[in-house]
C-alpha cells in the first residue's frame, strides 16, 4: 500500500469524531490545571504538570491523526523524553527542599515570594 | 465501527474520572496511584489515533518509569502527616475554581469548533500507516534519523544533563 492511499485510509476510517478526542484532551488539561492551582503539596503539583502534558499529548495524536501525518507522534515522543527528564531534576529538587527545610507544602516554601 | 466508538467512551470516561480521582485525594500516593489509571486510559486512546508506539512508550516511560520514581520519592519523603492540615486560602480556592472553569470551558468550545479535519497531506512520505499493515515503527525510526536528528542529539544531551544535575541535586547540601 502507497504512503497516499494508506493515509488518505487513516484518515478515513475514524469511527469517532475527532473533536471528541480534542474535548476529551482538553477537558483533562483542565483537570491538571485544578490540581497544579489548587494542591499544596508541591509533588501533587508536579503530578498535575504531568497530567496537563499527558492532555497535550493526546491533542498532538488526534491532530496527527487527522492530518494522516506523523509530525504530531514525532513532537509527543519528544514531549515523553523531556518529561523523563523532568521529572528526574524536579524530584531531585523536591528532595533537596525537603532536606533543607523538612517540608514540600507551597505555602510554607515562600522564601522566594518577598 | 461501534467497537470503536465502545473503546473510545470507555477509555475517554476511565482517564477523566481516574484524573478527578488524582485531583481529589488527599494523599500523595493515592493521586500517583490514580494517575497511573489515567495514563493506561490515555494509552489506549493513543491506540485508538493510530499511535501504538506512543501507547507504549506512555505504558512503559510515564506509568512505568516517571510514576514509580514520584512513588519513590513520596515514600522517602514520607509526606503523609502534611496531608491532614486543614485548607485556608479560601479566596485562592475560589479564584483557581473559576478560572479552571472559565479556562476550561474556553478551550473546550475552541478545539470542538476549530476541530474540524483540515485536509490530509495524502502526498506526504510521513503520511501514517493504517493500524496493522505495516506498523509505524518504521517510518518513526526513519524520522527521527534524518528529519528530527538534530533534536535527537540534543535530546541525548539533555537526558545526559538531567542524570549529572539529579545527581548533583542530591549530593549537595543546601543551608
Do not use: C
Amino acid at each position: 500500500m502507497s504512503p497516499a492511499t494508506s493515509a488518505a485510509a487513516a484518515v478515513s476510517v475514524m469511527a469517532v469524531a475527532p473533536q471528541a478526542y480534542l474535548v476529551v484532551g482538553t477537558i483533562l488539561f483542565a483537570i491538571g490545571l485544578a490540581g497544579a492551582l489548587l494542591k499544596r503539596n508541591a509533588l501533587s503539583i508536579f503530578l498535575s504538570i504531568e497530567l496537563m502534558m499527558n492532555a497535550v499529548n493526546l491533542l498532538f495524536l488526534a491532530y496527527a491523526r487527522m492530518r494522516g501525518d506523523a509530525a504530531g507522534q514525532m513532537v509527543v515522543f519528544f514531549v515523553i523524553a523531556i518529561a523523563a527528564a523532568e521529572a528526574a531534576i524536579g524530584l531531585a529538587i523536591f528532595v533537596a527542599l525537603f532536606r533543607a527545610r523538612q517540608t514540600v507544602d507551597v505555602d510554607k516554601i515562600n522564601f522566594l515570594k518577598w | 465501527m461501534n467497537g470503536e466508538l465502545l473503546v473510545f467512551a470507555a477509555a475517554s470516561a476511565v482517564a477523566i474520572v481516574s484524573a478527578l480521582a488524582m485531583l481529589f485525594q488527599k494523599t500523595p500516593v493515592r493521586s500517583v496511584l490514580s494517575l497511573v489509571v489515567t495514563f493506561f486510559a490515555l494509552a489506549v486512546l493513543s491506540v485508538l489515533l493510530a499511535a501504538p508506539f506512543i501507547a507504549a512508550l506512555q505504558v512503559i516511560v510515564y506509568a512505568g518509569a516517571i510514576l514509580v520514581l514520584f512513588l519513590f520519592v513520596i515514600m522517602l519523603l514520607n509526606l503523609t502527616q502534611e496531608a491532614a492540615e486543614k485548607e485556608t486560602r479560601v479566596v485562592h480556592r475560589f479564584l483557581s475554581v473559576m478560572g479552571v472553569l472559565a479556562l476550561g470551558g474556553i478551550l473546550v468550545g475552541v478545539t470542538w469548533k476549530a476541530g474540524n479535519p483540515p485536509v490530509p497531506i495524502t502526498t506526504s512520505p510521513n503520511a501514517i500507516p493504517v493500524l496493522g499493515v505495516d506498523g509505524e515503527i518504521p517510518l518513526l525510526g526513519r524520522l527521527l534519523f534524518t528529519d528530527y536528528l538534530l533534536p535527537f542529539e540534543a535530546l541525548s544531551v539533555l537526558l545526559l544533563l538531567a542524570v549529572v544535575g539529579a545527581l548533583l541535586l542530591s549530593k549537595r547540601r543546601f543551608e
